[in-house]
């Protein structure tokens, strides 16, 4: 089928490719002219505005939106508003906050439009391997994109499904984003006790491998960590410096508001957080207070 | 070749027939009558005593041992001494603590024997999809195994291999365990998130079986929670009660001796713990201390 | 001074009672019938209605609002606001969010009125030991109500102040009550520890009393503590059920949106929440996980 | 009474002091020439040898040991043994592990002497305003001592009791120190998010000298904390590096072996590891997977 594809950064570019090798006619946009060139390359239809991609489109129409979460989208949103109709669909594929999805479905749809939300996972592997997604809306649209969706997934008929209503899709794929906070933790943490016993002599990058055959912890974090050690057994040049997205957080303010207790996501963001912390006031405090009721030496800056 | 084995459990039975059927004699020892009645029937040679068991391999030996940690092992060892001669191999595939094995080894081989410790990771699905092994000891002594590591592995050239000195195999495992409660319970809290956000009506069995194909979190574990969730979607009648099995406590105790942070492996294990307290006093206090302070109302029990 | 005080529960009516005694004119409402009248029995002003109270109090008027945060907050200044003239200070004394305060201040003033954030500790203690005050607002306006600060703390010069704009009294409030969780979960925990302990027989009430004098622990919370321990050594018929009034949440949610990590603060929160689940998923699913990778045996409910 | 008081540093020599001004005859060693010349220019007996220590004391004697834990404290018993006759005491007010203390206990009573193991709180404030004394032993034992226990107490009878039988003080102290090290990290936290609200211009050290008077979390450490802060309000020159001296690890190994979650006080010593890390593995592994499967950054060192 058709489909427009706003924003052709690492994740867009890579699925208008294969929705493309897939036989979907694909007309993108993106500000960076280069990434649009390389489209038209590939054999699909690059645009040079907003306009011209709703041109060269048939209502009705879907235009899947694949830009950074909060004002990015509703400007977009706002921007082709004015040029779509109704029974349009647009499609949120990037990593927004689902309670600003269940807002838009609902903006949208009293204008007559239609919107669907889709959390999108695969990284820089989704080309080749395929992207799960969970995606949130009304039953009889996402039923509209089934082909978008049977080509975008693994397969056909694995990783991907609607999980429920609007905002269903954004608040999976939030979550997942948290587990998989939790479990890189697990894994890093793992490795540094090894790094640290010494006498063992043991081989992160050898050990790695060994577990990605038959162990419990098999898993696709894994082949990629144990391909990661083999180029760089000893991770040089890398700053232990680790960045957060914004779903690891929502996360953990979710889990307050629902009154579930989740300890192991919320540490890994905490943890995430102190990896940034520089000259830390909390353990100067401590060393302080150490000192100030038992007169115990405090190291000097 | 051929190789003792004691124990014939849930791993070691599974073990022996992997190793049956890659060709290997297998001789096998169970206190329980009918695992060692079972070995024979598949075609094995089940006996009747730690003394046939020996009597039925020919020197060089090797005997692996595959029973609970701690005193079965040395027991086991007490044993076979008398019976067995300079140069036979003693295994240790259990969940062994890699400071027993260490003192193990060197007690062994002042006395003319050979120890190698192994830890096996691959649960009840080893005999199928092969085991996963980790292995410390002297390397002459793992390479004469070499013929039974390449047949309980997944393939013979992946899955396995010597991770260092006498006790790198049973530390490597521990730590191994540790990354599979930290996996296990940040996919726990996801699931229990999604339970409690009733609002979206989300269905974990499907959601688990979306992530299992594209997705950033997809693992074995996953697929095995995937299948358990299809069976029984709301876990009915199962107990929110968490054992833990020795090793998750040894990776916490060592990445404290060694002075690493492992916050989630350790927040992991105690979370187990709690999942087995009831009437808790810490609970109980923190609502005295409210009501000590602040004259906040306390629960009844 | 004259002051008027909505909101006669725990804290309001203990306030309204040590101004009283502090020599001020006190006017104070309450829709709870009984409150009003105790008040006018200790010898202030009980009044019956906001009307009431508003014109038994002379221009430039101060209101000390005591009610619960949020919509109480708002209504009561709505139902103000006609009644008071320009010039006129609101106090919010309550638990409120400091965002929220900050919002309330900026519209007060726009209309000519003054606001003051005031976050209050000490508990139903407060009557005879004095409040601790942090105060947000400006400076001229903080000045005009010192006679009312002096008369609440435990001393006039000691246990309130200014600590900054509007928005940083219940700002620092709200951390105050961040590090409260912190506290009590420590000292929790140690008592559970001691209980666990069977074998030394210790005794928690005799060990909180002995720390009460030259210990590093000693502290407020630990004299409350040992009182109540006295009174119920075993804490009888008290369920492990802990409550949290919203501030230990702000404060989890402020220290990740100012990328501070505050690993000990959060982890008391969750454990709060742990403490008032029931048919815990988590741990369910733990269980499934571990049956259906290793075959180990799952408790039954 | 007379006692004999090995090892004269911070703590010792204090102790020492506090009980010649409360009429006790002190004998004191240490191999710190200075140290014992200090107690005598006291008014106290200072000794060059273990041997002159046991002379200048009548029997039956009692002899503090306030050396470091382990080893130190093994070799002075030894040391002392010979000297020593039936029916003498050991006192060790150290921080030794209450394993040790329940093992020296039970082979020193072997041999005929006594032996109490203390915990001794109050740091460098001990001399002017007493120690906490937690006691183990038996009870005959702590009786005969009650002359020292009473003058090293804040008061004759406050602060101090036996808690329980041999390594019931130790254990306890341990657990102070756990509960020590929970309250320090949640008070560090609280002024590291003021640190990080810039916009609200707060003022560590006024907050903690409000909280001082009425506040739910006065106490000791904040009274320390508040006139360090006084004196160094941006904590200059001093570095973000804690240590930990033993007891909060012990405590974290025994509330495991105990099968108590204690999340805060293990958190707090985490924490405490955490902040001598540096080029942190975990760190850089998270970065590393971050990149493998999202493509994502990686600062560079």
Redesign the interface.
Known sequence: MEIGLIGLG?MGGNMAERLRQGGHKVVGFDFNKEATAKLTAAGSVGVDSVEDLVKNLQAPRAVWIMVPDGKPVDDTIAKLKPLMQKGDIFIDGGNSNYKESIRRHGELKAEGFEFVDVGT??????LK??????I?GDEDVVEKLRPIFETL???PD????R???S??GH??KM???????????????????????KE????NA??A??????????????D??A???KA?PE?K???????DSGEG?W??????D????????????????????T??????????????????A????
């Open positions: 690492k996972s695969g990284g820089v592997w989704g391997e395929g992207y799960s997604m969970m949130g997934a693994p397969a694995k990783g991907w499904g999980t429920g209503p905002g269903a608040f999976v979550v997942h984003n948290g587990i998989e906070y939790g479990m890189m933790q697990a894994f890093a943490e793992g490795f540094a006790i090894f790094e640290a016993k063992l002599q043991l081989d050898q050990i491998e060994i577990w990605q055959y038959g162990s419990v912890v098999r898993s696709w974090l894994l990629l960590t391909e990661a050690l760089n991770l040049g890398i700053a232990p410096f680790v960045p957080r996360t953990v303010f979710e889990a307050i629902l009154n579930v207790s989740a300890p192991v996501i919320t540490e890994s963001l905490i943890r995430r957080i102190r990896s940034r912390e000259d830390n006031l909390t353990d100067k405090m401590l060393s302080v207070m150490r000192n100030a009721f038992g007169g115990h405090m190291k000097k800056e």
